[in-house]
């Protein structure tokens, strides 16, 4: 018997993310996981230490609201080196539990009842959610074509009086696209004088290969000083499991975070905050993943050349888009399900991200993965025809 009987639902639609139900579809079939994008392999053992040294510095208490001064100098330090842009590091920058919790802050602080947030789809799983449980209404605007490419006459058409936010991605998750030079300074034209607040989440920020670049909303005056910018220490370090992250703001902005910060979760881990001020230090740490995750994504694409997957190489992200149209007519959330129940690999159907869950028959595989794990994926993978 249920102990409270009228419970009303905030989100009564809501269902588990497909990354959960990949993984643990993934682990009762023994697959290889290359599904939800985490590393298989471990974070640097001097940054363990350094979170060790700390706890045993006696850094064990709350940490200021905003994260510790150290991380906040080095954080904003890194920032101008890279775009330019100089935030003011008492102001302007909060350490939060990973981008999750920085996207939440944002939607939760701006995000009144009635209002719309322009997102575009495919989109990373937390931001719809987000915006109901704020009362907001999510506007979906799908990217398009093979490159899931900005359509800007499709997100004028959805600004209205009521637009108070637009999210965007890049590098982006799960295209791989990754928004160009042009694409933001088209964005900036967009939003001149408007009063709507970009939440760009750029926590693939360091990975990108070939010649693309990125081209974060800080770099851009007319972006940054409306953008709320959420980074990921998890995607950068190899560490998704320590939730370690932060965003960057105006001040006038940060001010309101600030208020959701102090009574949801007031700080986060004082000792990793230690650590990451100390290796942010060494700014190869940070500068290399993108020639890192190159190999990588080369080798995963390298290896599958001669399967029936059809591959447009991703330009940023951990993650590769495999279409397989040649090879069956089934949806694409069935096949990812049968892959993993008779083939032994783990991967994400696009459409649960795309607007109506339009479906183009593309999967997404993580390549964020041991070359030994990337030659089984692609062993499997050469059986499907
Ligand atoms: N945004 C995107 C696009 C992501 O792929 C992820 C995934 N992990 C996040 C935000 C969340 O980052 P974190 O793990 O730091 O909360
Ligand atoms: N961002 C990760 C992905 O796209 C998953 C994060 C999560 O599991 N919430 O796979």
Request: aromatic share 10%; with cysteine.
């Given at each position: ?155 004028k058409q959805k600004i209205s009086s009521k637009t108070r936010m637009l ?36 926590v693939y920020e360091h990975i990108t290969f070939d010649e693309a670049k ?97 591959a447009i190489p991703s330009k940023g992200t951990y993650f590769q888009l ?64």
């Amino acid at each position: 018997m249920a102990t409270v009987s009228n419970i009303s639902s905030k989100l009564p639609k809501h269902e588990t993310s497909i990354f959960s139900v990949m993984s643990k579809m993934a682990y009762e079939h023994d697959a290889v996981n290359l599904s939800q994008g985490y590393p298989n392999f471990d974070t640097d053992k001097r940054l363990k230490e350094l979170v060790y040294e700390a706890m045993l510095d006696g850094y064990n208490q709350y940490a200021p609201l905003a994260g510790i001064a150290l991380l906040r100098e080095q954080i904003v330090n890194k920032i101008e080196s890279l775009h330019g842009k100089k935030y003011d590091k008492k102001t302007e920058i909060t350490v939060t539990n990973g981008a999750t919790q920085a996207l939440y802050l944002a939607i939760t602080a701006f995000v009144n009842p009635g209002d719309e947030v322009i997102v575009l789809k495919p989109a990373y799983d937390s931001y719809e959610p987000a915006i109901k449980l704020n009362g907001g209404i999510p506007v979906l605007v799908q990217l398009e074509g093979e490159e899931y490419k900005l359509n800007f006459d499709s997100i004028k058409q959805k600004i209205s009086s009521k637009t108070r936010m637009l999210i965007i991605n890049t590098p982006h998750n799960p295209s791989g696209n990754v928004f160009s030079n042009a694409e933001m300074l088209q964005l900036e034209k967009l939003l001149e004088g408007t009063d709507i607040i970009l939440l760009s989440d750029e926590v693939y920020e360091h990975i990108t290969f070939d010649e693309a670049k990125h081209h974060s909303a800080s770099a851009f005056p007319n972006l940054s000083k409306r953008a709320i910018i959420c980074a990921s220490f998890g995607k950068t370090f190899h560490n998704t499991g320590w939730k370690m992250g932060y965003c960057v703001a105006p001040e006038e902005l940060m001010a309101e975070i600030w208020k959701v910060m102090e009574v949801n979760v007031f700080c986060v881990h004082h000792p990793t905050q230690r650590a990451f001020a100390k290796y942010l230090e060494t700014p190869k740490h940070y500068l290399e993943l993108g020639e890192f995750y190159q190999e990588k994504r080369d080798t995963f694409l390298n290896l599958i050349k001669d399967t029936a997957f059809k591959a447009i190489p991703s330009k940023g992200t951990y993650f590769q888009l495999l279409d397989y149209s040649e090879i069956s007519n089934e949806s694409d959330v069935e096949f990812s399900r049968k892959l993993i129940k008779e083939f032994g690999i783990a991967s994400i159907p696009v459409s649960v991200f795309n607007k109506d869950q339009v479906d183009y028959r593309q999967l997404r595989f993580c390549f964020a993965k041991t070359n030994e794990t990337l030659e089984k994926a692609a062993e499997i993978l050469k059986k499907i025809k």
